[in-house]
């Protein structure tokens, strides 16, 4: 069983201080939009989560998911994408990021272990902004039928 952190951890410096207090622990981080959360999102969560002791998920925020995928995304907001992220058991901390910098950012003031990354990442691993927190880039594989937001918005519009 995992150990939680306390609930006041949302604050990058409380988390910081809770994981320096438990340095035996891996932290992982993988990031991402997360907008209209399916199974296939789960099924990475999960499997990252077992990867590590403590999953931290960066969540893109509005502006940086609109620049990413256009003017009708996200359909849920950062507060709502954030809310429901925090309700999935294999998740201890979330934090909208605005910018790649966020991103190191926290990997380095929580002193992540591992970054997940999806297979668009094979053979460019040094590419993943880890800053200084010097983490391992774990590609996870793509489980059996991934549909991505984009692809699910394009079969309800037919």
Not at 44 to 67: F, N, P, W, Y
């Amino acid at each position: 069983m995992k150990l939680k952190p306390h609930p006041d951890a949302t604050s990058l410096q409380a988390a910081a201080l809770w994981c320096k207090a438990h340095p035996d622990l891996v932290v992982g981080m993988i990031s991402g939009s997360f907008d209209l959360l399916h199974d296939f999102h789960l099924r990475t969560l999960k499997l990252c989560a077992r990867q590590c002791d403590v999953l931290v998920v960066g969540i893109d925020s509005d502006r940086l998911v609109r620049e990413r995928k256009g003017p009708t995304r996200p359909i849920l907001t950062e507060f709502q994408r954030e809310m429901v992220m925090n309700a999935i058991k294999y998740v201890e901390m979330v934090y909208v990021l605005d910018t790649l910098t966020d991103y190191t950012v926290v990997a380095e003031v929580l002193g992540v272990h591992k970054v997940f990354v999806n297979q668009a990442y094979v053979g460019r691993e040094k590419m993943v902004a880890v800053g200084k927190s010097g983490a391992k880039v774990i590609i996870v594989p793509d489980t059996m039928e991934p549909d991505s937001t984009t692809d699910l918005i394009a079969r309800i519009r037919g």
